[in-house]
């Protein structure tokens, strides 16, 4: 199998499914992934290079955020055109899987191509990118930046929840050491960032 010319047309797929997306899920991010998946690949050594590689480019082109339910079968017309057989056995699996957001998980959950990407897609949301992607995603659909809880300890909705609803519990969902250990920091950085944001608020 020739590598260099499915890589070409899964970004080319990639880049145009993702064009109107908010700045945190731009082509940077998709490039970040790539690049986290495969430093952690480098250690664990799991994962077979193309696949990871292939799922890493593709991971966000049906993101339901952005997508209707058509995107996956879309995915899957592009896969088949490419004409690389047993695509479409695994690659719409992994990234139905790797999203947070999907409760409705099915399949292989043990891939290890999905092992490295949701740890790679995770530490993306989280450390000082993680941070700026969220503001990102909150002002994109004009989410306050923060409101404090009320008489009972509630928070509505905002994107400083979003750091307890998703961004502190990601260190713990790490799903390889490496990842775990790369988690470590950038939670840190995560706490500290909210030190000073509640000091700046409370001033
Ligand atoms: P996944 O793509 O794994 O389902 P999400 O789409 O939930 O994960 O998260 C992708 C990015 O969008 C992350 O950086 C995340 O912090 C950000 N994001 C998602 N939902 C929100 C939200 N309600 N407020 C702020 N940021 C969000
Ligand atoms: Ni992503």
Same mark, same amino acid.
């Given at each position: %199998? ?29 490039? /970040? ?8 690949? %480098? ?71 999905? %092992? ?82 509640? /000091?700046?608020?409370?001033?």
């Amino acid at each position: %199998m020739d590598h260099i010319p499915i890589i070409a047309l899964a970004e080319a797929y990639a880049k145009d499914k993702m064009k109107l997306y908010d700045p945190g899920h731009d082509w940077w991010h998709v490039l /970040r992934v790539r690049k986290l998946s495969i430093s952690i690949n %480098m250690i664990e050594n799991i994962a077979d290079p193309l696949i990871l590689d292939l799922a890493a480019i593709l991971h966000d082109v049906a993101d339901s955020k952005f997508n209707n339910s058509e995107a996956y079968a879309e995915l899957e017309n592009f896969l088949e055109s490419t004409g690389v057989p047993g695509l479409n056995d695994r690659l719409p699996g992994i990234i139905k899987n790797v999203s947070f957001s999907n409760k409705n998980k099915s399949g292989n959950l043990s891939d290890p191509v999905l %092992m490295v990407l949701q740890d790679a897609d995770r530490l993306d949301a989280i450390g000082a990118i993680g941070i700026a992607r969220a503001f990102s995603y909150g002002s994109s659909r004009n989410n306050p930046i923060y409101l404090p809880p009320d008489e009972h300890g509630a928070m509505e909705p905002s994107t400083v929840r979003h750091f307890y609803d998703k961004l502190l519990r990601i260190k713990d969902l790490m799903n390889t050491d490496t990842g775990r250990k790369m988690a470590g920091e950038r939670h840190k950085f995560l706490d500290t960032y909210l030190e000073q944001f509640y /000091r700046e608020w409370n001033v």
